[in-house]
């Protein structure tokens, strides 16, 4: 990041790191696409963006509910890019390779996500999870 920001805790998430990598990974294996791809390029794009961003304003909204939602919808954004990812294989436009790593990508965050819900709601029933609006400026 090229700003100086303090690192939200989604940020640290390893399925949320692997959403960052996708997108751009995305976004530069659609630079080759021809100009009659461009509607699909730009459902893959949109795809991989929503991904990233409705887990940033999912926590920022503050509460466990909707920090939830967002991840949610970000699984959806995946599982839609996947489809696209099979389609683009099954077209010619990348290669198997790409096809792995990507929709590699797609699978594990789904799946790391998936189990960070899980993990989000027994911590909130333990009373550890804090949302952003709960956070005290505490030095420890």
């Known amino acids: 990041m090229g700003f100086n920001k303090r690192q939200a ?11 960052r990598d996708l997108r751009r990974k995305v976004y530069v294996i659609t630079e080759r696409f021809a100009k009659s791809h461009l509607r699909l390029v730009s459902q ?11 887990i940033r304003e999912g926590y920022k909204k503050g509460t466990i509910g909707e920090f939830v939602h967002g991840i949610n919808i970000s699984r959806g954004s995946l599982e839609e890019l996947s489809g696209d990812l099979e389609d683009c294989l099954e077209d010619g436009l990348i290669t ?44 420890k």
């Open 9 to 19: 805790a989604y940020e640290k998430l390893k399925f949320y790191q692997q959403i």
């Open 96 to 139: 198997q390779d790409e096809f792995k790593e990507l929709s590699g990508l797609c699978h594990s965050a789904d799946y790391l996500s998936s189990r960070y819900i899980k993990s989000v709601y027994k911590m909130d029933r333990e009373g550890k999870w804090k949302t952003p609006r709960k956070r005290k400026n505490k030095k």
């Open 44 to 54: 893959m794009r949109d795809a991989a963006r929503s991904a990233k961003q409705n």
